[in-house]
């Protein structure tokens, strides 16, 4: 499997359509490590750690905010010692709601650092009066 991110860019009736290939891969459904979407504002890591401590031990609890606003990002990663709580935690609150906000879950993407990025070039996309014309 290659290492690089693959973007192209096509254009179609004066629209542009932008497609992202990626390397990121989802980790096997033994992985500890689960992604967690549709946080609400209010939940913070010790809140999110303990609404899935009850599936198993949780090593590492990381919600991401914007580092201009400080605000969360409404999205966090959860780490189990074991993939089978991981799994189980998984399958319990995918969709149930946190505060308020239903949770979106699955299992983490493997992100592959230090991989060349491929971004193609094609002429007169950014020719606004060609596209005008």
Same mark, same amino acid.
């Given at each position: 499997?290659?290492?690089?991110?693959?973007?192209?860019?096509?254009?179609?009736?004066?629209?542009?359509? /932008?497609?992202?290939?990626?390397? /990121?891969?989802?980790?096997?459904?033994?992985?500890?490590?689960?992604?967690? !979407? =549709?946080?609400?504002?209010?939940?913070?890591?010790?809140?999110?750690?303990?609404? +899935?401590?009850?599936y =198993?031990?949780?090593?590492?609890?990381?919600?991401?905010?914007?580092?201009?606003?400080?605000?969360?990002? =409404?999205?966090?990663?959860?780490?189990?010692?074991? !993939?089978?709580?991981?799994?189980?935690?998984?399958?319990?609150?995918? !969709?149930?709601?946190? /505060?308020?906000?239903?949770?979106?879950?699955s +299992?983490? /993407?493997?992100?592959?650092? =230090?991989?060349?990025?491929?971004?193609?070039?094609?002429? !007169?996309?950014?020719?606004?009066?060609?596209?005008?014309?």
């Amino acid at each position: 499997m290659s290492n690089i991110v693959r973007r192209s860019l096509l254009v179609h009736h004066s629209t542009i359509h /932008l497609r992202f290939h990626s390397n /990121l891969t989802p980790s096997s459904p033994n992985s500890n490590k689960l992604f967690v !979407g =549709g946080l609400s504002w209010a939940v913070d890591e010790k809140s999110l750690k303990d609404a +899935f401590s009850s599936y =198993g031990e949780v090593t590492e609890v990381r919600i991401m905010y914007d580092k201009d606003s400080g605000r969360s990002r =409404g999205f966090g990663f959860i780490n189990f010692s074991k !993939g089978d709580d991981a799994k189980t935690a998984k399958e319990a609150m995918d !969709g149930k709601a946190l /505060l308020g906000r239903p949770l979106r879950i699955s +299992f983490a /993407l493997e992100k592959v650092r =230090g991989g060349p990025v491929v971004v193609p070039r094609i002429s !007169g996309v950014g020719d606004v009066t060609r596209l005008n014309n």
